[in-house]
């Protein structure tokens, strides 16, 4: 029956992490953008909210329950609401959790995931992305050749969220032409793990370039072993996370230029009073509910087992499209405060035009 | 729990409703766009019989449930003209349900549940009173046990129909101009009554199946009795009349059924283009980043994602009502929202085809004719997105015009 309504559950998951967001992450958020640093308290009160730990079966140490997209989705577009930097490296440790879980071999589950029940944070870590204009996730440069009882990679990959702390490393390679993943320890030889980047926006977020040099693993180490992963699933997932993120990016952006076009006074009015500003606000609404919701229908197909590549890449391209019209409005609403760091929605905007970038660098 | 999924009953509803769109409307489809006055009877007729069988309960005159919308989705993707002359008690059934007594309702619907089919209208737009309905000119004034009503509406959907088939047109006019909105009440014209002209059946770009008529009311007598609701004029707030958002309350619910008109000759269009790409071997790929796409592979995502988005907002609103909740605004939402896409896509999807687009040898040009009064009628676009505006910065139509 078609329902738009969260469940209860979800929706005391969504009220605590909105208080998270409001009461602890809204007030160094700034800071962190101009240090380039996440606070640790920030990341450990988010890691005792058992996100991580609570989609890892039983068995390992977790508390064993289903780790829906959909719940995901809810939790990340809070968490991104209050800074997008910030819910990144809250959930990194999925970039590598998620996949073990639904697609890797006993073994590497036993070995890999118990790690992640700790006390304190602890991350994985993806590498997807690679620094050409023409990325392709189906169509990747690195390489990964099956020689005896190994895997040699080779390749160069960037955008790695917290790759100076991260283990393992699940990167992605081309195996014959198809896009597989591989399970790298940190200090495996010939992983160079490279500067911190410098970005445009999520400045808080560490993220390095990491180069594969011949780089050896064990053939155990093929995500899935012999039956391998599916990708794209693995990549829905990725879209539907960072669709979601993308909505609390863009809700965040219209609920402040919102307030703010109610109190600036022009011409003796409010600049709401205006229907060009007005108007952009309604059209921001309408496509932040919008994104919300085909994003909702991706994420549902994926917690019913359903082949979801079209739902979650359109749900994806259009988030990217509508964060970005969203923070820019929003600035442009601000006039000129909007381009000044006392107000957030340069930020904001910063962050947003990264969205069409960040493809597989997130999870839910 | 978020659910998108629907009932056996509710797929089995809207794959029959594809099939008769299919099979049996499309099929008559560019004889009635071409023929714009003729009558449809076969269709009528079929309709009519299936109205009856089924007990439904008249379409447009409630709240649709989310299953319904998808429904009407499906009869919009076969031919929206066809679809709206249907027999039925039309936009007048559902003001009648909004502002009548029970016993209004009862006396005023049951003609539509017998033999022979009737038709169903509504007239408040003027020549004066288009998005500002508040304007309205048309007078009724008590005289004795009557009403005397006299204007002139026009845009009126089915008018010809209602008043050739002993049918019903619900009128809007003001009892009293200088109380603006709080004057304005709905009055209830049987078919044949003296001074009921009809003047004019309008030539359209698209929906051509449809009768869109100007009546005339001169000296026109109606029971007293045939007022919608209250006769009490309350002079309480001129921006705030219980009359006023009756008559807007009828949209709340009849705008959601009008933008999935939408979303269905949107999705005709894309339908039509997608398999002509298919017939040439052309396949989307779904997965890939941007950069790789062709440039029709990304138009065609473009208006799936929109298409998408505008489903999901009606549905939204609709749901909302179907639990009971306010939705003004989330009607409102998806109505700007399938306006604009239904627009936009049938345009772009002419445009794609090249001359198999623009040629009638196919139905694509006639669904962006079709298309286009979708973001006009039943609220324009523009008044939609100044409905959500002041929604969303919780300001009256005094502080944003």
């Known amino acids: 029956m078609i329902s738009f309504s969260p469940s209860e559950e979800q929706q005391m998951m969504?009220?605590?992490?909105?208080?998270?967001?409001?009461?602890?992450?809204?007030?160094?958020?700034?800071?962190?953008?101009?240090?380039?640093?996440?606070?640790?308290?920030?990341?450990?009160?988010?890691?005792?909210?058992?996100?991580?730990?609570?989609?890892?079966?039983?068995?390992?140490?977790?508390?064993?329950?289903?780790?829906?997209?959909?719940?995901?989705?809810?939790?990340?577009?809070?968490?991104?609401?209050?800074?997008?930097?910030?819910?990144?490296?809250?959930?990194?440790?999925?970039?590598?959790?998620?996949?073990?879980?639904?697609?890797?071999?006993?073994?590497?589950?036993?070995?890999?995931?118990?790690?992640f029940c700790s006390a304190r944070f602890a991350t994985g870590t993806a590498a997807v992305i690679e620094p050409r204009y023409d990325h392709d996730p189906f169509s990747l440069a690195t390489t990964a050749k099956r020689t005896d009882g190994s895997y040699v990679i080779n390749g160069r990959k960037c955008f790695v969220p917290l790759g100076g702390q991260a283990d393992p490393f699940l990167v992605y390679a081309n195996e014959n032409g198809q896009t597989q993943a591989f399970l790298v320890e940190k200090g495996t030889p010939g992983l160079e793990i490279g500067e911190r980047e410098k970005n445009m926006g999520i400045k808080a977020l560490a993220t390095y370039e990491v180069a594969l040099n011949n780089c050896r693993i064990p053939a155990g180490n093929r995500l899935g072993g012999d039956r391998g992963c599916d990708f794209g699933r693995l990549l829905g997932r990725s879209r539907?996370?960072?669709?979601?993120?993308?909505?609390?990016?863009?809700?965040?952006?219209?609920?402040?230029?919102?307030?703010?076009?109610?109190?600036?006074?022009?011409?003796?009015?409010?600049?709401?009073?205006?229907?060009?500003?007005?108007?952009?606000?309604?059209?921001?609404?309408i496509e932040i509910d919008a994104t919300r919701f085909i994003n909702w229908e991706a994420a549902w197909k994926l917690d019913r087992n359903e082949e979801a590549i079209k739902e979650s890449s359109l749900a994806k391209m259009y988030a990217d499209d509508m964060v970005l019209m969203v923070t820019d409005r929003a600035v442009q609403i601000l006039g000129g405060h909007g381009y000044v760091r006392e107000h957030p929605v340069e930020l904001w905007l910063r962050n947003a035009r990264g969205f069409a970038t960040f493809d597989g660098m997130a999870m839910v | 729990m978020i659910d998108f999924s629907l009932t056996p009953e509710q797929e089995e509803a809207v794959k029959a409703a594809h099939k008769e769109a299919a099979e049996f409307v499309r099929p008559l489809s560019r004889y009635y766009d071409e023929h714009e006055h003729e009558d449809p009877a076969e269709l009528h007729k079929r309709r009519w019989e299936r109205r009856r069988r089924a007990g439904m309960g008249m379409p447009g005159a409630g709240p649709a449930g989310p299953a319904a919308i998808l429904v009407s989705e499906e009869s919009s993707w076969g031919d929206v003209g066809l679809m709206m002359c249907s027999p039925g008690p039309g936009l007048g059934g559902a003001a009648i349900m909004a502002s009548g007594t029970r016993e209004q309702v009862a006396k005023f619907l049951k003609r539509y549940e017998e033999d022979p089919p009737k038709w169903g209208a509504m007239a408040m737009t003027e020549a004066g009173a288009g998005s500002d309905t508040s304007a309205i000119a048309t007078t009724a004034v008590r005289d004795g046990d009557h009403w005397v009503l006299n204007g002139e509406k026009i845009f009126v959907t089915s008018a010809k129909r209602a008043m050739e088939s002993g049918g019903l047109i619900v009128v809007w006019a003001t009892v009293d101009k200088s109380a603006g909105r709080a004057g304005m009440k709905a009055f209830v014209v049987e078919a044949g009554t003296p001074g009921l002209k009809l003047e004019k059946v309008e030539d359209k770009m698209g929906l051509r199946a449809s009768d869109t008529c100007t009546i005339v009311l001169e000296d026109?007598?109606?029971?007293?009795?045939?007022?919608?609701?209250?006769?009490?004029?309350?002079?309480?707030?001129?921006?705030?009349?219980?009359?006023?958002?009756?008559?807007?309350?009828?949209?709340?619910?009849?705008?959601?059924?009008?933008?999935?008109?939408?979303?269905?000759?949107?999705?005709?269009?894309?339908?039509?283009?997608?398999?002509?790409?298919?017939?040439?071997?052309?396949?989307?790929?779904?997965?890939?980043?941007?950069?790789?796409?062709?440039?029709?592979?990304?138009?065609?995502?473009?208006?799936?994602?929109?298409?998408?988005?505008?489903?999901?907002?009606?549905?939204?609103?609709?749901?909302?009502?179907?639990?009971?909740?306010?939705?003004?605004?989330?009607?409102?939402?998806?109505?700007?929202?399938?306006?604009?896409?239904?627009?936009?896509?049938?345009?772009?999807?002419?445009?794609?085809?090249?001359?198999?687009?623009?040629?009638?040898?196919?139905?694509?040009?006639?669904?962006?004719?079709?298309?286009k009064i979708n973001d006009i009628f039943e609220g324009t676009g523009q008044i939609n997105t100044l409905i959500v505006a002041r929604r969303i910065l919780g300001f009256s139509s005094r502080q944003l015009k």
């Not at chain 1, 039983?58 to 968490?79: D, P, V």
């Open chain 2, 220 to 371: 026109c007598r109606i029971p007293y009795e045939n007022i919608l609701g209250d006769p009490e004029v309350r002079k309480i707030d001129p921006n705030d009349s219980a009359g006023f958002r009756r008559a807007m309350a009828t949209f709340d619910s009849s705008r959601p059924g009008v933008a999935a008109q939408a979303v269905g000759i949107a999705r005709a269009a894309l339908d039509f283009v997608k398999e002509s790409l298919e017939q040439e071997g052309i396949k989307v790929r779904y997965g890939l980043p941007r950069n790789k796409l062709t440039s029709i592979e990304r138009d065609i995502m473009d208006m799936e994602a929109n298409l998408k988005a505008a489903r999901m907002l009606i549905l939204r609103a609709v749901w909302l009502a179907s639990q009971k909740q306010s939705n003004n605004m989330e009607a409102s939402m998806a109505k700007a929202k399938a306006g604009q896409v239904v627009t936009k896509v049938t345009q772009k999807c002419v445009e794609l085809m090249g001359p198999l687009g623009y040629s009638r040898k196919s139905l694509l040009e006639k669904f962006m004719r079709d298309g």
């Open chain 1, 14 to 115: 969504v009220n605590l992490v909105r208080q998270f967001a409001t009461d602890e992450m809204r007030k160094v958020y700034r800071q962190s953008d101009e240090k380039g640093q996440v606070p640790g308290h920030i990341i450990e009160t988010a890691w005792e909210m058992g996100f991580i730990s609570s989609c890892i079966p039983a068995e390992h140490g977790g508390l064993g329950e289903q780790g829906s997209a959909l719940t995901g989705a809810l939790i990340a577009e809070e968490l991104a609401w209050g800074d997008l930097s910030m819910a990144m490296h809250i959930l990194c440790p999925y970039l590598a959790v998620y996949p073990i879980v639904e697609m890797g071999t006993e073994a590497q589950k036993r070995d890999l995931l118990p790690h």
């Open chain 1, 240 to 285: 539907v996370a960072l669709a979601a993120m993308a909505v609390g990016v863009a809700r965040a952006a219209y609920e402040y230029s919102r307030e703010y076009a109610k109190t600036r006074i022009a011409f003796g009015e409010p600049i709401a009073s205006r229907q060009a500003i007005a108007f952009m606000l309604a059209e921001m609404a």
